[in-house]
């Protein structure tokens, strides 16, 4: 379960246009694009993966925690697959063979470490399944709040969309020459997802199905239907997309399924939200032990957000039947804030409607304790909850609601339609936010004198960790990310230089929605 | 599917005093006389059909059948099975359960590989079983289930889940170890046959092999017509139930959800009998449009109320309020309703809310033929043009139920995870159960049942709903062998002096006859 979240995709959208002939500039910049990507090709990468930073001599690096030298980190914001996306936009703009090289690298580092099930786990290791399970000996199993590190299943997870953007990324660069080396593992990932859903179409966190890491009284919670972090969203957009690009029409009935879960784990009213988590009777279900078992504001918006998307995918009006009742839900536990701003509790309890807060005490995972009750103050800082837009569901399920089944799924992939230009596209609508992006000379001028001559950007006062360490009396560290009493991170205030595939990243981007603007072709 | 759809549920009935006297001797042994000729006489390899010729030189199940045929659907084989059992356990005389082992004998002689049951067994196989659909199966005009041999299994008219229903019975009786690997079986089936989001298919394995009329073959979609939904759930809740098995929880769990998933959304929160893979409604026999039900509806919507007792969970109760609101708005105006006695079409179309009405014309396979459109006049009377929804009740209960907690509905639930609290074992308080509820019209008298039995040990009746042999006239044309009825599909029964061995008849008095031994023992 991802904490940090990045866009991981280039959204090429423009407002301004330059009327100023700027050439010389243009061909600088892809030089150093490609300058800088060699850097992280040919001196970062491990066996063509990433993870998410780096210390500047390489001889500390971090996922989501700690990694060994070994490792590349699979999940979205951290590594990989954000990489691998990035070389195919790169290729996409300038046509340059050697980023579709990088992003096949990159493809077949994610092969070699698809798991046997054809999943993919957080990480792979390169020094195989015995360094792994070392790693989590030491590193993994003291990073106090990050339970989902806490202990090896040795199986392949759907958290932080881990899977579905492996398989995502696979796809596109198959789709990007239909070059036949990515096609099995494709197919795999496509069998993986298929044979990870339950009957009523739901996914667990994490398959196949384990149940060997219960939390004291709690049930190991990685085997539970899952909204969390889109594991269900995320593997129905993925199958959506594999229909529209392979046409396999064995799809359909998994993709159906995948919507009717929503509607199955919809809870009674007057509590008609949904649980992160729901347990094998379809009701709320804890996670980590932060994590209590409740309704969730934020996911009953996403989920209710959903719902209304599948009317449009559907023309079903079964998907509209009981949005109402999630408004109403929504509506009643909203407070207003101290600026008369309403707000919405992380956790509502079940059966009263009260906030459940979450506190911890402690410095690791020997002594560290989570809990929840009413108590508003001294709150945990390292889990937030998502945002909900009461209006935005409001207005669009009335707008909805006035359309005719035709009418509101005129424009579905999942109808006749066989000509879809992008089937990488997120079929679930569910960002809402256009982002216009403006880069000047300036800009691009001051990002291009910020590298380093190594053609690097490096950075300072990143989140860090202790190193896995056991002191004379037995103690051993807390391998967290650092953070205070509470959860909120420290970053390393010394002057360590760091490399962040982040910020990479982030500059390609604006290198590329520069020169996509103003190159003469 | 049946025709006629007969309502399961009678009121229970308290056996009147002024009957009580006879001597219960005289009355066990006109049971035993009774019983005695229909297993040495009338049975066929221990099964049965439906009703013979007194001379037994025809019979019939649903339609005319072989002298080599039992039919499984009722009443026939299993109907006779779970009579001999309810004799069996109110006499303890072993006459019955031998009987009642001959049923089951038959039934798994019957039973296909897949674990499944068709509708009938051919104890002269599958050949002479061609041969029975190639005539009079195809002949029979608007018994389109039957027009064609699929080789599959059926849970139409409950066919499979009471069959295999009768051998948990059995089983259950004496915990005989025979009786174990068929029921088994039976259950791997129903489980296999159960789509993931917990619906069935009215047969199984699937088919797609029988389109008609240009239409998709329907016996793959989902399909709550004649109870095959219901029924294959109270089965494995009875297997949940008496065998204790926990990986039948998940499929109880299913098939009840897909209640949820399948209901309309609104303004036409209602269901029908049968759905595509896509979950919407569809048509089933030429008779029967893709629309919504009331009467599917009503019965739905009767079903959560009780799934809620099952669960304690009030996503059960969610749209109940949208159903009741979908059953008012497509009610029947004043003028429309049979002088008071129809509430609904029995068809309402998706979308505008009409009516939708089915007739026909023609007088065979050939040359009849069944069309739908907006015209309530000129019903098709085999197949009700409209339905009778008491709204009152459905509300009603609605109120009733929802205002229970879980905890006060889940009383006695037979999915509550806890220790059971009855003086006898599970198995035997669903045995017993069973006797508990056999139920009989006041107005019988064991006096007149006794008398009416002939020297032979036999009811015999008259007037019943017979067909015409299956024949090849000189030029060609072949005989309709569905029961006699008139064009628009009103039944006519055989108005001769012929005489009847009738199951159903047979059943009714020994019914009667249990009862009064069974209050006597109290």
Known sequence: ?521 | MRIITFTSCLLSLVISNASLGQDVNQVRQAMLKATKYMVEEVSTQGGYVGFYFEDLSRRWGELEAFETQIWVQEPGTVSMGNLLLDAYQITKDEYYYQAATEVAEALIWGQLPVGGWNYMIDFAGDRSLREWYNTIGKNAWGFEEHNQYYGNATFDDVTTSKAAEFLLRIYLEKMDPRFKPALDKAIDFVLEAQYPLGGWPQRYPLMHNHPHHGKEDYTSFYTYNDDVIWGNLEFLIDCYYTLGEERLLDPIHRAMNFFIITQHGNPQGGWTEQYDMNLQPVHARTYEPAALMPGATFRNALHMLNFYKYTGDRRYLSRIPDAIEWLKASSLPDDQTEDGTRTHPTFVEVGTNRGLYAHRKGTGVSDGKYWVDYNDKNLLAHYGGKANVNIKLLEDEYKKVSALSPDEATVGSPLKMERFGKEETPQHYFLDKRVREIQVSPNENVNDVIQSLDERGRWLTKNEWISRPYAVSADGDETNTARYSDEAGNSIRDTSEQQYISVREYIKNMNILMRYVWTSNQ
């Open chain 1, 1 to 521: 379960m991802g904490k940090l979240r990045y866009s991981i995709s280039v959204i090429l959208f423009f407002v301004s246009i330059s009327f100023i002939q700027s050439q010389p500039l243009v061909t600088q910049v892809e030089e150093k694009m490609l300058a800088v990507t060699k850097y992280m090709v040919e001196e970062v990468s491990t066996n063509g993966g990433y993870v998410s930073i780096y210390y500047d001599d390489l001889s500390r690096r971090w996922g989501e925690l700690e990694a060994y030298e070994s490792m590349i980190w699979v999940e979205g914001g951290y590594g990989t697959v954000a990489m691998g996306n990035c070389f195919l936009d790169l290729y996409e703009v300038t046509a340059n063979e050697y980023y579709y090289q990088a992003a096949e690298n990159a493809g077949r580092a994610l092969i070699w470490g698809q798991h046997d099930s054809g999943g993919w786990h957080y990480f792979i290791d390169f020094s195989g399944e015995r360094s792994m399970k070392e790693w989590y000996r030491t590193i993994g199993k003291n990073a106090w709040g990050f339970e989902e590190h806490n202990h090896y299943y040795g199986n392949a997870t759907f958290d932080g969309k881990n899977t579905a953007n492996a398989a995502q990324l696979l796809l596109r660069i198959y789709l990007t020459k239909l070059d036949p080396q990515f096609k099995p593992a494709i197919d795999r990932a496509i069998d993986f997802v298929l044979a990870s859903q339950y009957p009523l179409g739901g996914w667990p966190q994490r398959y196949p199905l384990k149940y060997d890491f219960p939390h004291g009284e709690l049930e190991d919670y990685t085997h539970f239907y899952t909204f969390n972090d889109d594991v269900t969203a995320e593997n129905l957009n993925f199958l959506i997309q594999c229909y529209v690009a392979l046409g396999d029409t064995r799809l359909l009935d998994p993709i159906r399924r995948a919507m009717n879960i929503y509607l199955l784990t919809q809870q009674p009213s007057p509590q008609a939200g949904w649980s992160k988590q729901h347990d094998m009777s379809l009701k709320p279900a804890h996670a980590r032990t932060y994590e209590p078992a409740a309704i969730y504001p934020d996911y009953t918006y996403k989920n209710a957000m959903l719902l209304l998307r599948f009317y449009e995918l559907t023309g079903d009006r079964r998907y509209l039947a009981r949005v109402p009742e999630a408004i109403e839900f929504l509506r009643d536990v909203g407070q207003k804030d101290e600026t008369g701003e309403i707000v919405y509790p992380i956790f509502i309890e079940i059966g009263t409607n009260k906030p459940l807060y979450v506190h911890r005490k402690g410095s690791n995972v020997s002594d560290g304790v989570y809990w929840w009750d009413y108590d508003s103050t001294n709150l945990i800082r390292h889990y937030n909850g998502g945002g909900v837009d009461l209006q935005r569901l409001e207005n669009k399920y009335r707008r909805l609601n006035a359309l005719t089944p035709a009418e509101a799924s005129a424009d579905s992939p999942l109808f006749g339609e066989t000509t879809i230009k992008n089937p990488l596209q997120d079929f679930l609508m569910r960002s809402d936010r256009n982002v216009t992006n403006q880069v000047t000379d300036a800009d691009v001028r001051e990002v291009i004198s910020s590298l380093d001559e190594n053609n690097r950007w490096l950075v300072k006062h990143q989140p860090y960790t202790l190193p896995y360490q056991v002191s004379p009396t037995g103690e051993i560290s807390n391998t967290a990310r650092r953070s205070d009493a509470v959860g909120r991170t420290i970053v390393d205030p010394s002057d360590q230089l760091y490399l962040s595939v982040r910020t990479y990243i982030a500059n390609m981007n604006m290198f590329m929605t520069y020169v996509l603007h103003n190159r003469k072709d």
